[in-house]
């Protein structure tokens, strides 16, 4: 078995539900639109969460500036690479390169999506994604999408301009899901939600996310799930022990 884990930037659950490409691939599927993700729900604190399986108060990642750990704590990227599985990373907002640490990752694929266009970037990392799971033997890939929380923040979030940067993201996840072998489970979720313009609140809008598995993992329970625990839910599918110090717990039983 080998893990993909696609995240949608600002992808709020109600808006899923508006969504022709994403209604497709909900019916084949086991999900729920009523994950939660961490406050603050901002995208470095949120990604750090999911990627280190512990609250912001404990990795002290507070805002959308990366600070190293007082107390280190394995992330995804370093649990996987220690017990010898490969890793590739794709991504289109720089400030994500800290949750790899140096050495984990095997492949890594970055286009500035500020200067670029989140839209094309989008498109270009997941078209490189494609191309990289074919060609390589990859245990684990995150691949991340930016461009719905850049129309968010620019047009407000269930706006027309951020419904369409929605689609945009859902066609990309359509078109990977259907160039993979059946040995791969794929995880779609979101970091944060999103309202008017912004995020970062307690806010059900803010913290509400969804968390939708596709393929034959086993029992999936995803009752009272939480953004802390897609770390562990990789490393149990893929047969590695947990870093000591998560907090989640796997949600493939």
């Not at 108060?57 to 599985?85: C, D, Q």
């Not at 047009?155 to 951020?162: A, C, F, H, T, V």
């Amino acid at each position: 078995m080998k893990v993909l884990l696609i995240l949608v930037d600002g992808m709020r659950p109600d808006a899923l539900v508006k969504n022709d490409c994403a209604l497709a691939l909900l019916e084949k599927s086991v999900y729920t639109l009523n994950a939660e993700t961490v406050m603050p729900s901002v995208t470095l604190p949120c990604h750090m969460s999911l990627f280190h399986s512990v609250d912001p108060s404990r990795h002290g990642i507070l805002s959308n500036t990366y600070t190293p750990m007082v107390r280190p704590i394995n992330g995804l990227f370093e649990v996987l690479s220690n017990a010898g599985k490969t890793c590739a990373f794709f991504y289109n907002w720089e400030q994500l390169r800290d949750l790899s640490r140096p050495g984990s990752v095997t492949f890594s694929h970055f286009l500035k999506g500020k200067t670029l266009g989140y839209d094309k970037t989008n498109d270009r990392i997941t078209d490189a994604a494609i191309s990289c799971l074919k060609e390589n033997d990859v245990d684990f890939a995150f691949l991340y999408l930016a461009f719905t929380d850049e129309a968010g923040h620019r047009y407000g979030w269930m706006s027309n301009e951020y419904m369409q940067a929605l689609d945009n993201s859902w066609k990309n996840i359509a078109k990977i899901v259907d160039s993979l072998s059946d040995e791969y489970m794929v995880i779609i979720t979101a970091d944060h939600g999103g309202h008017d313009r912004s995020h970062g609140s307690d806010l059900p809008e803010d913290m509400t996310i969804p968390l939708i598995v596709l393929g034959n993992a086993g029992k999936v329970d995803l009752a009272s799930v939480n953004i802390k625990d897609v770390a562990p839910t990789v490393v149990s599918v893929l047969d590695v022990p947990p870093d000591e110090d998560w907090e989640g717990k796997s949600f493939v039983l």
